[in-house]
Nanobody
Framework: QVQLVESGGGLVQAGGSLRLSCAASGSFFSINAMGWYRQAPGKGRELVAVITKGGITNYADSVKGRFTISRDGAKNTVYLQMNSLKPEDTAVYYC????????WGQGTQVTVSS
């Protein structure tokens, strides 16, 4: 079983920055990939960014150049640095870990005011 604990959400003005963290704990050998998804009110959950165990990253077009995903393998932690935030980035952000199964965090609210 794997537990994911997220932190770092909050309220920020447009143009500001936030950094999300997600720490994985539990009994596992290795995590293949970790990432962030988000879900805005009335919309489906969408990929924001993902990073593989080997360091390969993938971003949604809407966040390229503004968000950076990184990973500390020793700590089983993934980070999402979010810069130049826009009101349309407002959503609940979910951490995701891919092992043999897929695990989700509880979500953290990010609100960007205009």
């Amino acid at each position: 079983q794997v537990q994911l604990v997220e932190s770092g959400g909050g309220l920020v003005q447009a143009g500001g920055s936030l950094r999300l963290s997600c720490a994985a704990s539990g009994s596992f050998f290795s995590i293949n990939a970790m990432g962030w998804y988000r879900q805005a009110p009335g919309k489906g959950r969408e990929l924001v960014a993902v990073i593989t165990k080997g360091g390969i990253t993938n971003y949604a077009d809407s966040v390229k150049g503004r968000f950076t995903i990184s990973r500390d393998g020793a700590k089983n932690t993934v980070y999402l640095q979010m810069n130049s935030l826009k009101p349309e980035d407002t959503a609940v952000y979910y951490c995701n870990a891919q092992l043999r199964l897929t695990y989700w965090g509880q979500g953290t609210q990010v609100t960007v005011s205009s």
